[in-house]
């Protein structure tokens, strides 16, 4: 039960992103969104700001999903990386939250949070390829730089309402990728 109403606190607070600033929204609209009592949002989460680092987790976990679902993408193919930058996209206009975070990139909390945590998954990842240090450093910086490009066309689309779609995008970020990484194989 305890994780089913987490979810339903946490569907809640995504509805309601959609509708205004997460920080502006508060314990007592989640409950009400999620049709339990106030008390009842205070047994799950100690207050706003806890929600939002586990429902911040919860994204990155997911995000984190789909990138080990398509590995290496400059390794694996220009479709392959096309489809990954494809689900990403939609994964990215299928949340609110994550809407507001990268249309209104003066929130960088988040934005900082999970390019850590992609840096130390691409530092992981080089580790495990036998490269020299100095390969897998230039590697780092790549990755680095897509990461910063990829933050930017996001910025870039929520900020026009995802009016282009996911495949649109995904075209763009595959084209910067894969000719990006290519210099330097």
């Known amino acids: 039960m305890r994780v089913q109403t987490d979810e339903d606190l946490m569907t809640a607070f995504e509805i309601l992103c959609g509708k205004k600033e997460p920080e502006k929204i508060t314990a007592m609209e989640v409950a009400k969104r999620a049709g339990v009592t106030r008390s009842t949002f205070y047994n799950h989460f100690a207050d706003m700001p806890t929600l939002i680092e586990t429902y911040e987790d919860q994204i990155l976990d997911g995000i984190f999903d789909i990138l080990s679902e398509y590995g290496d993408m400059g390794k694996n193919g220009i479709q392959f990386t096309r489809k990954f930058f494809s689900t990403l996209c939609r994964y990215v206009r299928n ?16 934005i900082e949070k999970a390019l850590i945590r992609f840096h130390g998954y691409v530092e992981s990842m080089l580790s495990r390829q036998a490269s020299t240090p100095a390969e ?8 680095a730089y897509a990461l910063g490009g990829l933050v930017g066309i996001l910025h870039k689309w929520t900020s026009e309402d995802c009016a282009d779609s996911p495949e649109a995008v995904a075209f763009v970020l595959t084209r910067i990728y894969m000719t990006g990484i290519s210099m330097f194989e």
């Open 136 to 143: 897998q450093q230039v590697s780092s910086y790549i990755q």
């Open 95 to 110: 949340s609110n939250y994550l809407i507001r975070r990268f249309r209104k990139l003066t929130t960088v909390r988040f």
